[in-house]
């Protein structure tokens, strides 16, 4: 079973793909298999894209990354945004994408660089737009948070693949195990040997 996306944690699991939110953290993750060098205005550091591209070359891919409309400097988050995927693109790296309240505005990024290798995580937008997302060539991934949504059953109807965004340990894997175990039933899918097929096919 894969965590599509968790953080560094008590343990070392090489089923889960594991972000980052700022360069401190990059060195952290050296000893997961799936790993993610990311930045996000909201974590407080300035963004260093030198030290992104270096881990990016190295095998990391990039995330999380992305807009939220909670935090201000709208156009500070655009450029940061834009400047780390550049570097998933330069480097053919999956871009791990966290969007709050701006869907609109990042399928419109997306298209506007040629970015078809991404995944949006912990995806609450609606079903509608999950389709727009998908046909550009990305992964829509479902966390306990989207049963909250108005568009839950809709997106059940979509491939998905699952997270926890939580720290690696026991209880993010016991998370997991209980969350697939639910979609599975609501979908009659086994979502959890899917997400880890997907995955393992995009992170390869």
Not at 34 to 44: E, N
Not at 156 to 167: I, S
Request: proline share 2%.
């Amino acid at each position: 079973m894969f965590d599509a996306h968790a953080h560094p944690g008590a343990s070392i699991k090489d089923n889960a793909l594991v972000c980052s939110v700022s360069g401190s953290e990059y060195a952290a993750l050296a000893s997961y298999k799936y790993r993610a060098a990311g930045t996000l205005a909201l974590s407080g550091d300035s963004p260093d894209f030198t030290l992104m591209e270096r881990y990016a070359s190295s095998g990391f891919h990039i995330g999380e990354i992305g807009l939220d409309r909670r935090y201000p400097d709208e156009d500070k988050q655009e450029m940061i945004f834009r400047q780390a995927l550049e570097i998933a693109r330069r480097y053919d790296r999956l871009a791990i994408i966290h969007t709050v309240r701006e869907y609109g505005k990042t399928l419109s990024i997306l298209k506007d660089m040629k970015i078809g290798k991404f995944l949006l995580h912990g995806y609450t937008g609606s079903a509608d737009m999950a389709r727009l997302f998908i046909r550009l060539g990305g992964i829509i991934s479902l966390g306990p948070g989207a049963e909250r949504t108005r568009s839950f059953k809709a997106l059940l109807t979509l491939p998905f693949v699952t997270e926890t965004d939580m720290a690696v340990g026991e209880e993010e894997e016991n998370v997991l195990i209980g969350w697939n175990r639910k979609l599975s039933l609501l979908t009659g899918t086994d979502t959890g040997e899917r997400s880890e097929r997907i995955m393992k096919e995009v992170l390869a």
